[in-house]
């Protein structure tokens, strides 16, 4: 891993905890079709492929016939719509984070699943002073994450070798992002899911709290060694 000159962050799960909006926007489309709801826990496994996966895999298998799935993400989107923004929030720690990187000077990106409406919306909402360089949601003409066509046209839009690239998130979608475009991968605790299925699908560093992207920074800068071990010595975990 060369030194980093660029970081691309996940969203959902990452930067902002937007569980609570997607499980009631779920739930409430769940009930319009008359369909059994979930726990909002249940949706930390539902999220990360983007929000027609979601729709499938918060269904029944019995329902997940094409019609059912279509009407439901019409419903789920529409619900979504009305309360993007009600309990959305960033993690604690993640403004102060981002701030700290502007001071790097480096590239700072967001690569999301979620339709690239909602991730400007967000984006906009919730960091109107970030520091991003790209920000960039699901569009129909790239491949959702784990596809790597994402994460690598950011890449060439910096002008910087994927190689140099840190990629941040919380789930196997975005490890596997990473390791296909070549990238550092960095698990985050902080998200929807756990420390084992980060570590599982190729996290080369995990962090605990948003505060120590920056002695991981440090530490890459310095030539860090690039081992699962040495990063959870980094991480703090």
């Not at 895999?57 to 329902?63: G, I, N, Q, T, V």
């Not at 009305?82 to 502007?102: F, H, I, K, S």
């Not at 000077?105 to 967001?110: A, D, R, S």
């Not at 596997?176 to 985050?188: L, Y």
Request: net charge negative.
């Amino acid at each position: 891993m060369s030194l980093a000159r660029a970081i691309i962050f996940d969203l959902d799960g990452t930067l902002l905890n937007t569980l609570d909006d997607l499980a009631d926007s779920g739930n409430a489309a769940l009930s319009a079709m008359g369909l059994p709801r979930h726990e909002t826990d249940a949706y930390r496994y539902f999220v990360g492929l983007g929000i027609e996966e979601l729709v499938r895999r918060m269904l029944p298998e019995s329902r997940r016939d094409p019609a059912t799935v279509e009407q439901t993400y019409a419903i789920t989107l529409k619900e979504y719509k009305r309360r993007w923004q009600d309990r959305t929030r960033p993690y604690p720690g993640v403004p102060e984070m981002l701030e700290g990187l502007r001071s790097r000077g480096l590239p700072v990106c967001v690569l999301s699943n979620k339709p690239q409406m909602y991730t400007d919306l967000t984006i906009k909402t919730f960091f109107p002073a970030g520091p991003f360089t790209l920000v960039r949601g699901s569009r129909p003409e790239v491949p959702n994450k784990p596809h790597p066509a994402g994460a690598l046209a950011l890449a060439a839009e910096l002008g910087v070798s994927p190689g140099s690239i840190v990629f941040v998130g919380d789930s196997e979608t975005d490890m596997k992002t990473a390791r296909g475009a070549g990238m550092m991968p960095v698990g985050v605790l902080w998200g929807f899911r756990e420390k084992d299925e980060l570590l599982a699908n190729g996290a080369r560093h995990i962090i605990a709290r948003p505060d120590e992207l920056a002695g991981l920074l440090d530490g890459l800068q310095s030539g860090l060694p690039d081992s699962p071990r040495d990063n959870q010595a980094v991480g703090g975990v």
